[in-house]
Nanobody, 122 residues
Framework: VQLQASGGGLVQSGGSLKLSCGTSRRYGMGWFRQAPGKEREFVAAISKGGGTTYYADSVKDRFAISRDTSKNAVSLQMNDLKPEDTATYYC????????????????????WGQGTQVTVSS
């Protein structure tokens, strides 16, 4: 299982970016981020069926995770970006679970993308 993440870049505070992550099959998916010197933290997750989403409090009402079933891809629309959103963003897949659960821990995911950098300038 390979995950291909794309869409990062440099944006001014208040701007928007959309990240995308392609997979070979439909899995429970999540986005995490890691800033220099900090631990990897949960951002958003979507269930295998796409009917359930979950967000970290820090991004709720600003970010939206969605699934493009025709492409087996998951997107993260990020609006009203803030300098504290600056980090490397990783998509992750839970390929082992047969249920359509929602996962928010690093340990719940067994496949990770290569990371894409998001930089928000003030």
């Amino acid at each position: 299982v390979q995950l291909q993440a794309s869409g990062g870049g440099l944006v001014q505070s208040g701007g928007s970016l959309k990240l995308s992550c392609g997979t070979s099959r439909r899995y429970g998916m999540g986005w995490f981020r890691q800033a220099p010197g900090k631990e990897r933290e949960f951002v958003a997750a979507i269930s295998k069926g796409g009917g359930t989403t979950y967000y970290a409090d820090s991004v709720k009402d600003r970010f939206a995770i969605s699934r493009d079933t025709s492409k087996n891809a998951v997107s993260l629309q990020m609006n009203d970006l803030k300098p504290e959103d600056t980090a490397t963003y990783y998509c992750a897949a839970n390929t082992r679970s047969i249920t359509s659960g929602i996962y928010y821990r690093v340990a719940d995911y067994d496949r990770w993308g290569q990371g894409t950098q998001v930089t928000v300038s003030s």
